[in-house]
């Protein structure tokens, strides 16, 4: 899953050590697989095809969405 | 203190920057995948009743599958099998195509086991999903 | 086999009490005698009724449970029969009752057993049940009818299900040595049957089979399925019962109504292809030849069919075929329609002979008319190579004027000709690649499709690639067909690593230039509002108005125009640069006019909104 980045310089290295210290929780964020921005994705078009947003007319014509979703915290 | 709230400021936008690249919208306004979009939204206006009578339900991966066919007359049968098929292979495209367009073609299962996740969020109350257990009422 | 039981006689009546551990019966009969055997002793006595119950029995194939047999005796003797029965493997039991009268001469006599039923929660089979005889001279000689009255069956999972059934099976059995002679009939009168993927929405059809029974071969002759409206399949053959297995058949339908048969049977089977939403009609026979559960041989031929796909991708008329096969030797297969359709282009009368060599179809040359011109197939080869088509050809067309052609692809109408020479054209797991050059010879010009590769082509996600070359295009002939303002030139263009998604541009490198060369370049006052028009905001005309507002039309030096589009944005650059944007127009002489684009970026879909802005605006007075 998480595979660690060749950082060229240490000092970035460094930096990200201090946010893992400060921060452990986000170190698991997966930086190849974009999970909150899929969701949004996934979330945009689900909606689009089960006619999930209000006051949307059923008709065939898909529907693009002006307000985006929030992608929920984590 | 203040001190102290700066430097959670600048942490939390050395952080913000480093996921600035992976919070960027994944592309979906591709012409395949409106077009799959498009079909899959007019199925769905005859899939909605199977959802609801519990005839199919949506499964761990991110597809449909007929639940229990017997909650549908039998002259319907057929055609409910033929909708899993049609709505099963265009999500099976959706998947890789959206994968394809964010030149990523390895996301594919995690972008279908996101997209598993969010429909069983968004179903209706009553709806059936599948989970490691079985079918279960939403 | 074990039991213990106690027989309490009283006056008039008299209990049997079986408690069966485990009887492992091989056959029912022992049962069926044992039973008999009591009755033939009680009847001896004053009895006026008889019952028996049994807690469980056991038999390889079946349990039963709370088994009742209840004997009402007096002139003709009524058996009742209630338990629970289960096949080994289920899990619920199902209810079984029935009436019997039964004849008091076990060896001729009559069974005619009514208010049957079989009972679970998803099966209810209320039947009638005759047995007429048992028994001819000592030697089983069975005839029987059971009548079913809107019986209803359906599995777990309801994939297979019967509803309302109402018909009649008959049976007639006769044991001749170590065989058995056997005829059955099946009356299906009224019922809706769904047998995944097969669905029968009414009754009206008959099954006759004749046939024998030995050594765990089961043969059958004159075997016939009538199914109403549709048409009537002829069979003969050997099952072997142990493991199902098809040892021969020979099936014949001599003549099938494809209106009828086609949502019936070929739809179901043809789900997963593009004939899955299709009309049919016509009339189709088959013969297949079956041994060892591989099909060895058949003939199918075709009779004035029409074929129409729903979603008009397809179509074709008067269809006739007779396509031969056989695992052993190669066979000819000839086809022929007299018109059809294939993607909004007109198919022309054709004729199709090949050779069929087990899953290789070869064919030397098909000419599909196409308006005026041809496509011309040449070396033909498919394989069918692990459950997947493989096929290459070589590929010529035979002139085809566009304007015709562009009318029925329901593009503007362009004057010229289409012409292909393509050396090979292969098409694998679902794509089509060329090796080769489509020339369109359009506008004056010559127009070169390269690489062009096409998947899904049928499907709801068609994808092409190709990389398109045109020289020498007649910019005055290109604008009048698109009702741009005119433009006097010629144009050269590069469209490389063109993608389309179903049918709309994703990805292309393109640019556009006047081709090199001596020629009158002249642009009109239209064509310069039109062209900054297509910059939007960005972009305007580098000279005044006012002086535009004098003359009709200006001399050029060169044209140009870059847009090279990712993800919706064409990204764009003109012949030159300046500090401020690019040069699309560059004029020359007096007055000179220069156009210029200052937007680097703009939105596909946008650029494409007021391209059809500018050809709808200009096309209306064309039109009056």
Known sequence: MEKLINFKSSLLGAALLGTMVILPACVTINIYFPAAAAEKAADKIIDDVWQLKDGQPNGSEPTVNTKEPTAPAK | MKKILFGLLLVSGLLASQLGMAAADLEINTPAISALQNSMQNRHGQLASFYTSGAIGLTKDGLIAVKDASAVPLKDRQSLNALVAAENADRNKLYKEIAAANAHPEWEAEIRSTFAQRWVQKAQSGWYYQDASGWVKR | ?624
């Open chain 3, 1 to 624: 086999m074990s039991l213990s039981y106690a027989i309490v006689v009283t006056d008039t009546y008299l209990q049997v009490f079986i408690h069966l551990k485990a009887i492992l019966m091989q056959p029912l009969a022992k049962w069926i005698g044992f039973c008999w055997l009591m009755l033939a002793c009680i009847s001896a006595h004053a009895v006026s009724q008889v019952s028996i119950s049994a807690d469980r029995i056991e038999h390889p194939q079946f349990d039963a449970q709370q088994v009742k047999l209840a004997l009402t005796l007096n002139k003709s003797p009524i058996l009742q029969i209630k338990t629970q029965v289960k096949a080994k493997a289920d899990k619920d039991w199902a209810q079984l009752n029935v009436n019997c009268q039964v004849s008091t001469k076990i060896q001729t006599g009559r069974w005619d057993c009514t208010q049957g039923q079989f009972k679970t929660s998803r099966i209810d089979i209320p039947f009638d049940l005759q047995i007429s005889r048992l028994y001819t001279q000592g030697v089983p000689d069975v005839i029987a009818g059971i009548h079913f009255k809107n019986a209803k069956y359906g599995d777990e999972a309801g994939l297979h299900a019967i509803e309302q059934f109402t018909g009649d099976l008959n049976i007639n059995a006769k044991q001749q040595g170590e065989a058995w002679l056997w005829q059955t009939t099946v009356d299906w009168q009224k019922g809706e049957v769904f047998w995944q993927p097969f669905y029968v929405a009414e009754g009206g059809h008959k099954f006759t089979a004749k046939g024998r029974y030995e050594n765990d071969l089961l043969s059958f002759d004159t075997t016939r399925l009538t199914m109403a409206k549709v048409g009537e399949l002829a069979l003969e053959g050997q099952l072997r019962t142990s493991d199902l297995k098809l040892i021969n058949l020979k099936a014949n339908l001599p003549s099938l109504n494809l209106a009828t048969a086609y949502p019936l049977l070929f739809k179901p089977l043809l789900e997963k292809t593009a004939f899955n939403n299709a009309e049919m009609e016509g009339k189709v026979s088959l013969k297949v030849d079956i041994q060892d559960s591989e099909v060895k041989t058949f003939d199918l031929l075709l009779n004035d069919v029409n074929v129409a796909d729903n979603n008009q991708k397809f179509a074709f008329y008067k269809l006739n075929a007779h396509i031969p096969w056989s695992y052993d030797t190669p066979q000819n297969v000839s086809l022929n329609y007299e018109s059809g359709e294939l993607l909004d282009m007109p198919l022309g009368n054709t004729a199709v002979k090949a050779e069929v060599n087990r899953y290789a179809v070869t064919t030397p040359n098909i000419r599909l008319p196409i308006l005026d011109g041809a496509l011309n197939l040449s070396d033909v080869s498919a394989a069918r190579v692990g459950g997947q088509w493989v096929w290459h050809l070589r590929a010529e067309i035979e002139p085809i004027s566009m304007a015709e052609l562009s009318t029925s692809l329901k593009l503007p109408r362009m004057e010229g000709l289409a012409s292909a020479a393509i050396p090979l054209v292969t098409y694998n797991n679902g794509k089509v690649t060329t090796d080769g050059n489509i020339q369109l010879k359009l506008f004056n010009g010559v127009t070169t499709i390269s690489q062009l590769t096409l998947q899904d082509p049928l499907g709801n996600t068609p994808k092409l690639n190709a990389d398109i070359i045109m020289r020498n295009l007649d910019l005055g002939d290109l604008t009048r067909t698109f009702s741009f303002g005119a433009i006097e030139g010629k144009l050269d263009a590069d469209i490389a690593n063109l993608q389309l998604q179903n049918w709309k541009p994703v990805n292309f490198d393109a640019a556009i230039k006047s081709s090199p060369g001596k020629y009158p370049k002249k642009i009109s006052q239209r064509a310069v509002e039109n062209i900054s028009a297509l910059g939007g905001a960005g972009a305007a005309a580098a000279v005044q108005r006012s002086v535009l507002r004098f003359f009709e039309e200006f001399n050029y030096e060169k044209i140009g125009l870059n847009c090279k589009l990712r993800n919706d944005i064409c990204y764009m650059s003109g012949v030159e640069s300046t500090a401020q944007g690019y040069v699309i127009v560059k004029g020359r002489g007096i007055p000179a006019i220069t156009v210029m684009g200052y937007n680097q970026t703009v939105g596909w879909a946008d650029l494409i909104g007021r391209l059809k802005r500018v050809t709808d605006s200009n096309s209306k007075p064309i039109i009056k």
